[in-house]
């Protein structure tokens, strides 16, 4: 057995309600915009796949992002997050890393009218919320919020615009 079968599981734990995040497996196309170290909005795009692992017990994504390069041709980034459901509570522990060396600590709960709230903080321990809203069967939007200081309203960084592909 190599590493891809034993992680990978064919759907979730039927003991668990894993529905929060259950209900996005599979792939999205994805619109994506987000401030760069200037504060201006870049474009591009990510194409985002979300499987069952670990037995059906949690859920993980990789994504890869197409952005513009400096000679104007797309470079490809990547990342992936796990979503752990926690025993006995609708919590979940969520982690985002990727190769550059960042890695994002977070806690995941249900949020208003189906969204789903991701609360916790970078390495550095800037406050971080991300939110998947508007998730219905084919689309949803993502929002990427941190905040500068205690105290300060928090600033939208990132946002993304998914479409399930077919």
Not at 87 to 112: E, K
């Amino acid at each position: 057995m190599n590493l891809a079968t034993a992680l990978s599981a064919t759907g979730p734990d039927p003991d668990r309600n894993m529905d929060l995040y259950g209900r996005l497996t599979g792939v999205w196309d994805v619109a994506n915009r987000y401030r760069n170290d200037d504060g201006d909005w870049v474009a591009g795009t990510a194409v985002w796949t979300f499987g069952w692992v670990l037995a059906g017990r949690a859920v993980q994504d990789v994504m890869w992002f197409a952005d513009p390069g400096p000679d104007g041709f797309p470079v490809a980034t990547t990342g992936s997050t796990m979503r752990l459901k926690a025993a006995g509570s609708d919590a979940w522990h969520v982690v985002w890393f990727s190769p550059q060396g960042r890695t994002v600590t977070l806690t995941g709960r249900p949020g208003d009218g189906g969204d789903i709230v991701q609360e916790g903080e970078r390495q550095d321990g800037t406050p971080v919320r991300w939110l998947f809203t508007e998730v219905t069967s084919t689309s949803f939007r993502w929002l990427g919020y941190m905040r500068p200081a205690e105290g300060e309203p928090w600033e939208l960084e990132q946002e993304m615009l998914a479409r399930r592909r077919p």
